[in-house]
């Protein structure tokens, strides 16, 4: 079975870091393409970052981009998203999440993570 | 920047057809996958390129795309398919690789 699970989040300062974790598990995730995804409270899905299989392709959003940094261990099957200058519009909960080819160009998500809340306040 | 546009709600009754839309210039043109996402949960995957269904999802879930338009079409609607859907496609262009939709939610009466 897969399982994602995210973990790391938590209350922050504006201009604070933090670092989130995804473990993986019932898949050989070293051949999958990772991403997070986020939801503002009440508000919608928005992709933030991917990274391929081997680390070779990496994007962000816009709106992250300069400020978080994303990547993975494929030896401890796991994926990380370090986010730094974090501002209250980053107040979200963010979902790692499986990545499988489309057909034609991108990726869809095929499965998710429970999610991890980051709230970003003084 | 691209956009996907949603209805905000739909309401359909029981036993009903529900059509979800997700507008966007040329959509036709690209894959479009579909997710639900019911209160307090995390999104479920249920279409992918255009019209395909993840092992596990009902066959009442059918997609279809052409044009400006791509729908998601619930058959027969059950309690259980109140939740929130959300359509996504990558574009290149866009500042975000992979794009959502607005989001809709469909309310069974």
């Known amino acids: 079975e897969v399982q994602l699970v995210e973990s790391g989040g938590g209350l922050v300062k504006p201009g604070g870091s933090l670092r989130l974790s995804c473990a993986a598990s019932?898949?050989?995730?070293?051949?999958?393409?990772m991403n997070w995804v986020r939801q503002a409270p009440g508000k919608g899905l928005e992709w933030v970052s991917s990274i391929s299989s081997s680390s070779s392709y990496i994007y962000y959003a816009d709106s992250v981009k300069g400020r978080f940094t994303i990547s993975r261990d494929n030896a401890k099957n796991s994926l990380y998203l370090q986010m730094n200058s974090l501002r209250a519009e980053d107040t979200a909960v963010y979902y790692c999440a499986r990545g499988e080819e489309a057909y034609g160009s991108g990726s869809y998500f095929d499965y998710w993570g429970q999610g991890t809340l980051v709230t970003v306040s003084s | 920047s691209y956009v996907l546009t949603q209805p905000p709600s739909v309401s359909v009754a029981p036993g009903q057809t529900a059509r979800i839309t997700c507008g966007g210039n040329n959509i036709g043109s690209k894959s479009v996958h579909w997710y639900q996402q019911k209160p307090g949960q995390a999104p479920v995957l249920v279409v992918y390129?255009?019209?395909d269904r993840p092992s596990g999802i009902p066959e009442r879930f059918s997609g279809s795309n052409s044009g400006n338009t791509a729908t998601l079409t619930i058959s027969r609607v059950e309690a259980g398919d109140e939740a929130d859907y959300y359509c996504q496609v990558w574009d290149s262009s866009s500042d975000h690789l992979e794009v959502f939709g607005t989001g809709t939610k469909v309310t069974v009466l």
């Open positions: 390129d255009d019209s």
């Open positions: 019932g898949f050989t995730f070293s051949s999958y393409s």
